[in-house]
């Protein structure tokens, strides 16, 4: 049964830090890349961060350049995102979601990613 659950939200001051885990069950992780997303109230879902099936690619939303970091582990079946520098703007619902992929890219569109886990919250307040 395909299955992404992700982890690691909560509640963390400004400047705190957080890292999202996104355990893939039920499916080859390694031919699917793997997307960020992020909904706040009010908002239209919006891609944060995404990597390559290898992981050899990476993109970011300008917004978190040189803050976030995207990584993977398919030996473990997991896709990280390490977020530095919080701030509140950044108070979401975030979420993975993966995509098959032949090739070296990854995408935050939200339109081109089949599979959804089911959001952990993230709340940066002092």
């Known amino acids: 049964q395909w299955q992404l659950v992700e982890s690691g939200g909560g509640l963390v001051q400004p400047g705190g830090s957080l890292r999202l885990s996104c355990a893939a069950s039920?499916?080859?992780?390694?031919?699917?890349?793997i997307g960020w997303f992020r909904q706040a109230p009010g908002k239209e879902r919006e891609g944060v961060s995404s990597i390559s099936t290898a992981g050899d690619t990476t993109n970011y939303a300008d917004s978190v350049k040189g803050r976030f970091t995207i990584s993977r582990d398919n030996a473990k079946k997991t896709v990280y995102l390490q977020m530095n520098s919080l701030h509140v703007e950044v108070t979401a619902v975030y979420y993975c979601?993966?995509?098959?992929?032949?090739?070296?890219?990854?995408?935050?569109?939200?339109?081109?990613?089949?599979?959804w886990g089911q959001g952990t919250q993230v709340t940066v307040s002092s």
């Open positions: 039920g499916f080859p992780l390694e031919y699917y890349s």
């Open positions: 979601a993966a995509t098959y992929r032949d090739d070296r890219g990854s995408s935050l569109l939200v339109r081109e990613y089949d599979y």
